[in-house]
């Protein structure tokens, strides 16, 4: 019994293919709670960097109090959220508004089933990935919506309204850069289109092009569609009117307190993770590294297997570095004796990145994580830097610049993608 | 005959199928059955969204992860949304106060009767020797879905529903503009 089970266990290791390509419930099980667990943990980190990077950005400090740096500042604040008294309003639609919240966590942590961290380093591989991405992220704006009607109360309701008009405006802005993309994995002589989230990397891979650079400007136009999209698909600045404060105070989680509204937060923040995720797969080569073609060969390819490690090794110099400049008073003891246990921690993670057996399996997640967080800073910087669309505005760029641009693009690609076949079917036309 | 024999290489056995069926059918009769009871409209919209999202989990099972993605992402995304738009800007104050069903108990057991003797028919009839349900399962493999709806529609031999596609868009066309003409007064 406890022999087959480890044979079954075993079984998987071998293989090329996802947990859910290989059908191997044990491992597909692994996978969902790692993928759970790691995109909580980059929550809180985001929460964290966010206060502290928009803090420096304005010349501030930011959180400095709980812990060294503020480092434990998420946890207090998840303390407070989860202590908060959770209050239902008396007029509002108490199942309705109980449900929402769920809706968008669902909805926010669905989409991870089909995201590739590595050729192999997916939940599942579907045939339809980028399609089910798209559809299971656009149910989130039903969770927003509910939450604001079933609040009863003005603010929110207008939050969701705009919340809902944004959100469905640019997802067909999104939706065409996405179909542009799509006909680049086909337009090649050797392999099918594919609306797999591996395949699309795999397609990059072969056409040993990142599809950024592919037909260009076309596909640096296409990635410019899709990052404006995003960030209005997400509800961030400086497309943030659904809750933009100075108008709606929190927009449509007015009414929320406590642990519902640190689920909308959640959720909120796992999206942004998921369409920057769709971007650097379907636009920056997903898990592949950087310099594929200019840096080739085993050398390079040693050294960028060798950063996950530094990366770690150098927070960790940080870490020890930030400890040497901690006051020297009693009260602060504790504190410089965690940040350098923290520095400990990080280091022993890097040198365990070292290891060529660890190193050959993690690679793709660093590249593919490192790239994500590219996106996650370009969030903040955003919002320190832009200020907020009115709501014609938006509209006005959704509408009449993002959608006609997409068209325009989604016609050129294919023209550019068929040229030859074209110019082949004129000249049978001129002579027959 | 044996299911499973049909399967293409490569794809893996469905994992307790009867099972799902069941549960995804009977969210689908709860959620419909809901849709026509409760009297609050942005009740019964969840209730056909629930429905909606079980009929993508069925299309699944019939290997077919292209309609279900698009299920998704057209009905339970796109359209459901609108609803919920509009019932929330229309007064629910005065849509609760008004009757629910309309008592038509005449026409509606002779619709009733015709559904249920279709269902029957279908069941217990041959035509012409064979039944209208092949036995097993499509062919398609679940892999390559998206590729053979694509070929089916616009692949230069296999391709015979480009036309009626392209019809169904221009019908699309036509509602759009109609909606323009409709809510502007001055164009």
Redesign the interface.
């Given at each position: 019994m406890i022999q087959s089970f480890i044979q079954y266990v075993q079984s998987y290791l071998d293989s090329d293919k996802t947990p859910g390509?290989a059908?191997n419930i044990f491992w597909a099980i692994v996978y969902i709670l790692l993928v759970f667990v790691g995109l909580s943990i980059a929550v809180i980190a985001m929460n964290w960097l966010e206060r502290k990077i928009l803090a420096h950005m304005q010349v501030r400090l930011g959180p400095m109090r709980v812990g060294p740096h503020g480092l434990l500042q998420p946890i207090a604040d998840a303390i407070k959220l989860l202590l908060k008294e959770d209050i239902i309003p008396a007029e509002a639609?108490a199942?309705?508004f109980w449900?929402a919240p769920f809706i968008v966590v669902l909805a926010a942590f669905t989409v991870f089933v089909v995201v590739p961290f590595g050729p192999t380093h997916a939940i599942t591989d579907?045939?339809?990935g980028i399609?089910?991405m798209?559809?299971?992220s656009?149910?989130s704006?039903?969770g927003i919506?509910?939450a604001g009607?079933?609040s009863n109360s003005h603010y929110p309701?207008i939050g969701?309204?705009r919340s809902?008009?944004q959100m469905?405006s640019y997802?067909v802005a999104m939706g065409l850069a996405v179909v542009s993309v799509i006909l680049m994995t086909s337009l090649n002589a050797t392999s099918?289109?594919?609306?797999s989230m591996i395949g699309i990397v795999q397609a990059q891979q072969a056409q040993a092009e990142w599809f950024i650079f592919k037909f260009f400007p076309l596909g640096l136009i296409g990635f410019g569609i899709f990052a404006i999209a995003m960030v209005a698909e997400t509800n961030r600045a400086p497309f943030d009117l659904p809750e933009a404060e100075s108008e709606l105070t929190a927009g449509f989680h007015t009414e929320y307190s406590g642990f519902r509204w640190s689920l909308f937060f959640l959720a909120e923040y796992s999206a942004m993770i998921a369409v920057s995720s769709i971007a650097v797969t379907l636009w920056l080569g997903g898990w592949l590294r950087p310099f594929p073609n200019a840096l080739a060969g085993a050398t390079w390819d040693l050294v960028f297997s060798l950063f996950p490690g530094i990366t770690f090794l150098l927070l960790a110099i940080m870490c020890f570095y930030n400890t040497a400049r901690m006051p020297k008073h009693p009260l602060f003891k504790v504190q410089t004796i965690g940040l350098a246990g923290f520095g400990v921690v990080l280091g022993l993670i890097g040198l365990i990145l070292f290891i060529p057996a660890v190193r050959v399996r993690v690679t793709d997640i660093f590249w593919f994580s490192a790239k994500v967080a590219g996106f996650m800073y370009l969030y903040i910087w955003y919002r320190g830097t832009f200020p907020r669309y009115r709501f014609d505005q938006l509209m006005k760029v959704g509408w009449k610049v993002l959608l006609p641009t997409g068209l325009a693009l989604l016609i050129l690609t294919a023209i550019v993608g068929m040229r030859t076949e074209l110019w082949a079917q004129l000249q049978g036309v001129w002579r027959p | 005959m044996n299911p499973m024999a049909t399967l293409p290489a490569g794809t893996n056995p469905p994992v307790a199928t009867s099972f799902f069926f069941y549960l995804l059918a009977a969210t689908m009769v709860i959620g419909g059955i809901l849709v026509i009871t409760r009297k609050n409209a942005i009740h019964s919209a969840m209730a056909l969204i629930t429905t909606l999202l079980a009929q993508a989990g069925l299309y699944l099972m019939l290997y077919a992860p292209f309609v279900a993605g698009v299920q998704i992402i057209l009905y339970a995304g796109g359209i459901m949304v609108l609803f919920l738009f509009v019932i929330m800007l229309i007064s629910l104050e005065r849509a609760e106060k008004e009757r629910q069903f309309n008592k038509q108990w005449l026409l509606g057991t002779v619709a009733a009767v015709a559904l249920g003797g279709l269902f029957i028919a279908v069941y217990t009839t041959t035509t012409r020797g064979k039944m209208l349900f092949p036995e097993g399962r499509m062919t398609y493999g679940e892999t390559q879905n998206t590729q053979q709806i694509a070929a089916l529609l616009f692949d230069r031999s296999t391709g015979q529903y480009m036309f009626s596609f392209e019809i169904a868009s221009l019908l699309l066309l036509v509602a759009i503009i109609g909606a323009v003409v409709m809510a502007k007064k001055r164009i």
């Open positions: 390509g059908g639609d199942v309705v449900i579907m045939n339809i399609l089910f798209l559809g299971v656009s149910l704006v039903l919506v509910t009607w079933a309701l969701a309204l809902s008009a469905v997802e099918t289109g594919t609306l | -």
